[in-house]
């Protein structure tokens, strides 16, 4: 029973290390990824209390080093996945009755465990599992976890303050209880903060929770339940399978206490799980809330007054940076021809400084692997269609190799067809397309950029002129959640940029923020009266 009104630890944006040469996390982070990399893991299933090994196995390796193996992971059958849902059930009374200052401790705890301790830990992994280059797991599987975590804190307890007037002799109030059942997490192989975040938020707001990590995740995924762990999530509260992602998501939706979905990944399955949540929804005992972040096709519009130097910084970095493997990548271009080749030739001299692709052991390197072989074959396919394709030049890169590693070289094809396939189909990886305009179809490009694209997630403008800015904020409103100006559209950060889009790249819930709070919550308002009446005659009657 909490006896006070706790204010908690005011959040903050965890500062982002140099990892420059020298310093002490460049070398913990190296000796940790030289310790994953010369042995091995076995992951088993997360249920309860059990640490469950199926024996039936798959293997994980790097996407830079492919034929090497760090580890193995068990795959559920579908009793397991039954198993968790019931144990989630049975352990959701203690946690969902747990004073709120204990759930908010616990994940205070894990945040200062990412920051301390695990750090290391959770990069190399990253770095590792994901071929993240150290700075690209460092602002993601540290800072950004990290900053979830404080934030969402800070952002439970504002919900929870948020209460309703009282008129006089009663006494309104409303509880935020967490949702009759269990809610369950989809997470996508690209953020490891995202893996942790989605069950994460869930679970702080009283939830139990089901927890599927992507396949190509699992190796950092592990990290991320050591910490629950250690941070004291009670057993039960997050069960986590791998295995069949069809078996694991029809025995989760099949079940009637089935109430919430927090996904992130494809937009096509995204829209699959809602078709079949809309087919089960007369066995659920609740309506489900159902939230997604999905896909992108996402641009940069440059304006004739745009600086070109800092327009190539966007591309070379929106692009490019995590091998484009972000939702909010930037993967189209608008150039207006009086700019477009000093642009396009500083873009080709960027890529030019930068080392062939290779192992993000090696901290000189900007890019390095795609996911998985799936990925390299689709890109190449569709950089091959590029090259033989009239209305389409390679202009930088075009080259890859999957020999040792699932290598891509950064690639620009210029278009001079704005509906070319790459300007409108996402290609989730190092791979732009630029499309120049002249400089007098100004406001028909706002109207292109608009209509190209069947997504809604993030978008640029770059503009000297604040009339270009004001205009272009107001005709793309629609097309991207998260927008920005004079930056490339990558890189929000919790607590100053909540993040989601629109249209088919989500339901627009922000994570990051309170708005996505809320949607693991069920409030119960409780009307108290002080002097209940005893007679039911209203002064009218006379």
Not at 364 to 369: D, E, L
Not at 417 to 428: G, H
Request: with cysteine; glycine share 8%; proline share 6%.
């Amino acid at each position: 029973m909490g006896k006070g009104f706790f204010q908690v630890p005011t959040a903050f944006n965890e500062p982002i290390k140099s990892y420059a040469p020298g310093s002490p996390e460049r070398e913990a982070v190296l000796e940790q990824y030289k310790a994953y990399y010369n042995s091995t893991v076995d992951v088993p299933l997360y249920i309860g209390s059990e640490e469950i090994k199926t024996g039936n196995t798959k293997p994980m390796s790097p996407p830079h080093d492919h034929k090497h193996i760090v580890g193995h992971y068990h795959l559920a059958e579908k009793k397991h996945v039954t198993k968790a849902i019931e144990n989630a059930l049975e352990s959701r009374e203690a946690w969902a009755n747990l004073a709120w200052e204990q759930r908010a401790a616990i994940f205070l705890k894990a945040a200062e465990l990412i920051a301390g301790p695990y750090r290391a830990k959770i990069n190399a992994a990253t770095m590792m599992a994901q071929s993240k280059t150290i700075h690209q797991a460092e602002i993601d599987a540290a800072c950004e976890l990290i900053d979830f975590l404080r934030f969402n804190v800070e952002y439970m307890t504002q919900i929870y303050a948020e209460q309703p007037d009282s008129a006089e002799g009663i006494w309104n109030r409303v509880e935020y209880r967490p949702l009759e059942g269990f809610v369950y997490a989809i997470t996508p192989f690209n953020f490891t903060a995202i893996a942790g975040n989605l069950p994460a938020s869930a679970a702080m707001m009283g939830n139990v929770v089901l927890w599927k990590p992507s396949d190509s995740q699992i190796f950092s995924a592990k990290v991320i339940i050591d910490i629950f762990k250690e941070a004291g999530v009670p057993d039960g509260v997050i069960n986590v399978v791998y295995g069949d992602p069809v078996m694991v998501t029809e025995t989760a939706l099949a079940s009637p206490d089935f109430a919430g979905l927090h996904f992130t990944g494809s937009t096509y399955v995204f829209k699959e799980l809602w078709k079949q949540i809309g087919n089960n929804i007369h066995n659920y005992k609740t309506y489900p809330k159902i939230v997604g972040e999905t896909g992108g096709k996402d641009f940069i519009l440059a304006h004739k007054t745009a600086n070109p130097a800092q327009v190539a910084t966007a591309i070379v970095r929106g692009a490019f940076e995590f091998q484009g493997q972000k939702c909010s990548a930037a993967s189209r271009v608008y150039l207006p021809k009086s700019t477009a080749t000093e642009t396009l030739d500083l873009v080709k001299r960027d890529l030019a400084s930068i080392n062939k692709p290779g192992s993000p052991e090696d901290m000189s390197n900007f890019v390095t692997a795609v996911i998985h072989e799936g990925s390299f074959d689709k890109l190449a396919k569709y950089i091959d269609g590029a090259k033989a394709d009239k209305d389409a030049e390679i202009f930088a890169g075009g080259n890859y190799d999957k020999s040792k590693g699932y290598f891509i070289e950064p690639t620009v094809i210029v278009t001079t067809n704005p509906k070319y396939t790459t300007m409108e189909t996402e290609l989730f990886g190092p791979v732009v397309t630029i499309y120049v305009y002249d400089d007098k179809d100004w406001k028909e490009t706002l109207k292109l950029v608009d209509a190209t694209s069947e997504y809604a997630l993030t978008g640029a403008v770059l503009s000297g002129d604040r009339y270009a800015i004001e205009e272009a904020t107001q005709a793309l409103q629609n097309c991207a959640g998260n927008f920005y100006i004079n930056d490339k559209p990558t890189g929000a950060v919790v607590g100053q940029q909540p993040f989601g889009g629109a249209r088919s790249s989500g339901t627009n819930d922000k994570a990051g923020s309170a708005q996505n709070l809320l949607r693991w919550v069920s409030p119960r308002l409780i009307k108290e009266t002080f002097v209940t009446p005893t007679d039911y005659r209203y002064p009218f009657l006379g």
